[in-house]
């Protein structure tokens, strides 16, 4: 262990044993509180209450203090590394929260309010508005400050620091914060220095549960949504620097296998020798649920089959890897296509797990009867519901997979965060599931739990997206629809004339797979979004090809200029990026941004917040690039000058344009 993360351990105990001691103490003020209601006595009569209130006072005031050690415990001052861009909402909250304390030495707990100004340069690009809410809380303490009064404290108070420009108290007590050049010069310089990096977070051990498809069942858009989602969540958090394992939950245990192999058995009787070519899983799985509706024999069969597989019979474990390898494999299509990388660990991996944890919940008292079912409650509270963790005939559940799922989790992969990535429509379960693992203790306010949920996907009719004939639609068919439709986009534009066909190739395939993972992306996850290949691929707006169109015009300023790599690297060492004219500036401060742009997405894993911010830089960049020259060139179309201070900032821009595309999963080709 390192001498940061034993100090960090040392902190936090230290914060520990403090919260216990404050809540002693809040504990005693209550009782005090009470006994000196009691006593409706005159106080200046009763020395017995006059030390009660002196001894409340002094408890207050240990309290005040145990409190503010507390705050500064639990931060641990990051010192400024030199190799990566600084989030500048970190820093002003550091520095106003230390002003704010030596301004309002008397408020406990003050609040720091920090937020991003809007659209208008004359008001500053960060606020601070705390002094609204210091002056409400001085007045309930009896005092009477105005907010602007309040404001002009905090900034007498603000300490010396290389981020802040100038400050101004506006309006009925806003603070406009004006950020340095020089701080933001030397901030956008680490890109060239040390390549694009943000300040590393805690390191977490963080398990993402996203895709997770069932086996022989159709992989559906919702699969596809949970695939994409799931998979920028992993790139955001692994470039954050967190410890992330990526888990396909797969469907691939329960009782739709006894059907499948009852079938296998009779369709290909030599199954154990020879390879079934089973070309299409989902007709296979079709026909045998028709038969297992209708045919009695076969659901008898059919359930002797899940038997022998749950005792491990050697054939029928076969039968089953068989039937999950062809799933697997069409899967695997798909993963490669997005490239998606996921480790597969399904339902059938928790079995044993799903006994044990049977048990100590049977022997815990947790496990109620309810008509032959056993089943558990998160809590009691009114319209919730229970988990069902054995059927009544004694079978297992998906709720039983989850609480099994969660402590291995928990106790074996000893994850600091967990986040599953499934529709809305499973929300409740997995409210459930928090709820009955908190209640065993299992979950504990250490451990992060997140279900990020979303909506359905809906055709251009907004009915529940199929085909024309009704039926699903398959992943596959997409794909390639998606592939047909950027070719046609690309020939469109007559780019089939200018690029090889290598180079074609590669600009449909970003094409085509960008816009479906971009249009999923930039929608707000949590409401239901309409599916239209005409609206992905449009090439205004924020959409993927507008952006990928974009980026390609901006990395070709410096091909103009005749700087490749080597010399932009050259160009870099000798030369400043400029950002004295307004638009450039302007540009500059939104690249600054790119560190606070991650780690709010963070805390609530809505990475249409990181589509809105590329969208911003794109449009940033066009005002410049309108107003400022980079490249200068004659009539004759020879260069004749070339701002160097320019042609850096355009390579910035790119750089975290390309950062960004790298965490949605957007592939930039640099011909298209
Ligand atoms: N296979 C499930 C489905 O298709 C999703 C599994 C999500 N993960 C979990 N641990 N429940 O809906």
């Known amino acids: 262990m390192g001498l940061i993360d034993e100090t960090v351990t040392f902190y936090n105990n230290e914060a520990n044993v403090a919260e216990d001691q404050i809540k002693l103490l809040k504990r005693q003020i209550l009782q005090l509180q009470q006994s000196i209601k009691n006593k409706?006595?005159?106080?200046?009569?009763?020395?017995?209450?006059?030390?009660?209130?002196?001894?409340?006072?002094?408890?207050?005031?240990?309290?005040?203090?145990?409190?503010?050690?507390?705050?500064?415990?639990?931060?641990?001052?990051?010192?400024?590394?030199?190799?990566?861009?600084?989030?500048?909402?970190?820093?002003?909250?550091?520095?106003?929260?230390?002003?704010?304390?030596?301004?309002?030495?008397?408020?406990?707990?003050?609040?720091?309010?920090?937020?991003?100004?809007g659209n208008n340069p004359k008001f500053g690009d960060y606020q601070c508005n705390s002094a609204m809410q210091l002056s409400n809380i001085y007045k309930q303490l009896g005092r009477k400050i105005s907010p602007r009064d309040v404001a002009n404290k905090i900034v007498e108070n603000v300490a010396e620091n290389e981020l802040i420009e100038r400050l101004e108290v506006a309006g009925p007590g806003f603070i406009n914060v004006f950020v340095s050049k020089t701080f933001g010069l030397r901030n956008l310089s680490t890109i060239f220095s040390h390549g694009v990096r943000a300040p590393v977070q805690q390191k977490l051990r963080v398990l993402v549960d996203f895709s997770a498809p069932n086996i022989a069942k159709e992989m559906h858009v919702g699969h596809l949504r949970s695939t994409i989602i799931g998979e920028s969540i992993c790139r955001l958090l692994e470039f954050l620097g967190h410890d992330v394992l990526r888990i396909n939950h797969v469907g691939d245990w329960g009782t739709q296998f006894g059907m499948l192999i009852a079938h296998l058995q009779d369709k290909f009787p030599n199954y154990l020798v020879e390879s079934p070519p089973i070309a299409d899983l989902q007709s296979f799985y079709k026909e045998s649920k028709k038969r297992f509706d209708e045919d009695e024999e076969f659901k008898k069969r059919a359930y002797a089959c899940v038997v022998k597989l749950q005792a491990f019979d050697p054939n029928y474990t076969k039968a089953w890897q068989l039937i999950c390898d062809v799933s697997r494999k069409e899967f695997q299509v798909i993963y490669d296509r997005l490239e998606v990388r996921l480790t597969e660990r399904g339902e059938s991996f928790y079995q044993t797990r799903m006994n044990d944890i049977v048990a100590e919940l049977d022997q815990g008292g947790y496990l109620e009867e309810d008509?032959?079912?056993?089943?558990?409650?998160?809590?009691?509270?009114?319209?919730?519901?229970?988990?069902t963790v054995v059927k009544s005939d004694g079978g297992y559940t998906y709720d039983t997979s989850d609480l099994a799922t969660i402590k291995q989790r928990i106790l074996e992969e000893k994850c600091d965060w967990i986040i599953y990535v499934t529709d809305a429509g499973q929300a409740t379960h997995f409210q459930i599931l928090f709820r009955c693992a908190r209640r065993i203790g299992l979950?504990?306010?250490?451990?992060?739990?997140?279900?990020?949920?979303?909506?359905?996907?809906?055709?251009?009719?907004?009915?529940?997206?199929?085909?024309?004939?009704?039926?699903?639609?398959?992943?596959?068919?997409?794909?390639?629809?998606?592939?047909?439709?950027?070719?046609?986009?690309?020939?469109?534009?007559?780019?089939?004339?200018?690029?090889?066909?290598?180079?074609?190739?590669?600009?449909?395939?970003?094409?085509?797979?960008?816009?479906?993972?971009?249009?999923?992306?930039?929608?707000?996850?949590?409401?239901?979004?309409?599916?239209?290949?005409?609206?992905?691929?449009?090439?205004k707006g924020n959409t993927a090809v507008y952006l990928l169109y974009a980026y390609t015009r901006i990395r070709s300023i410096a091909r103009t200029a005749n700087f490749d790599e080597k010399k932009i690297e050259e160009l870099s060492k000798g030369h400043a990026i400029s950002l004295d004219h307004e638009k450039e500036w302007k540009l500059?401060?939104?690249?600054?941004?790119?560190?606070?742009?991650?780690?709010?997405?963070?805390?609530?894993?809505?990475?249409?917040?990181?589509?809105e911010y590329v969208y911003e830089i794109a449009t940033t960049f066009t005002e410049f690039y309108d107003a400022c020259y980079c490249v200068e060139k004659n009539s004759a179309g020879d260069v004749v000058k070339v701002n160097?201070?320019?042609?850096?900032?355009?390579?910035?821009?790119?750089?975290?344009?390309?950062?960004?595309?790298?965490?949605?999963?957007?592939?930039?080709?640099?011909?298209?």
């Open 443 to 539: 979950l504990t306010d250490r451990i992060r739990v997140d279900h990020v949920p979303f909506g359905v996907v809906l055709g251009e009719d907004r009915k529940k997206f199929k085909t024309r004939s009704g039926d699903t639609v398959r992943l596959i068919d997409l794909l390639e629809e998606g592939l047909k439709r950027a070719l046609d986009k690309l020939q469109e534009k007559n780019r089939d004339q200018v690029l090889s066909p290598e180079e074609l190739k590669k600009a449909q395939e970003s094409i085509a797979y960008g816009c479906i993972k971009y249009a999923d992306l930039s929608h707000n996850r949590n409401h239901e979004y309409v599916f239209s290949f005409d609206k992905m691929l449009e090439d």
């Open 40 to 117: 409706t006595v005159d106080s200046s009569l009763n020395p017995e209450l006059q030390k009660l209130i002196t001894e409340n006072t002094k408890l207050k005031h240990r309290l005040t203090i145990l409190k503010r050690a507390i705050s500064n415990l639990n931060r641990s001052p990051t010192p400024r590394d030199p190799t990566k861009m600084q989030n500048i909402q970190d820093v002003l909250d550091e520095i106003f929260r230390q002003a704010i304390a030596s301004a309002c030495p008397d408020v406990t707990d003050p609040p720091v309010v920090i937020t991003l100004t």
């Open 644 to 672: 160097h201070g320019r042609i850096l900032l355009a390579e910035a821009t790119a750089r975290v344009m390309a950062k960004c595309f790298d965490i949605l999963g957007l592939k930039p080709v640099s011909k298209m």
């Open 588 to 611: 500059g401060k939104v690249l600054l941004r790119f560190p606070e742009e991650l780690v709010k997405i963070t805390k609530d894993l809505c990475l249409h917040h990181l589509c």
């Open 371 to 387: 008509e032959g079912r056993k089943v558990m409650w998160g809590d009691r509270s009114e319209g919730s519901i229970p988990f």
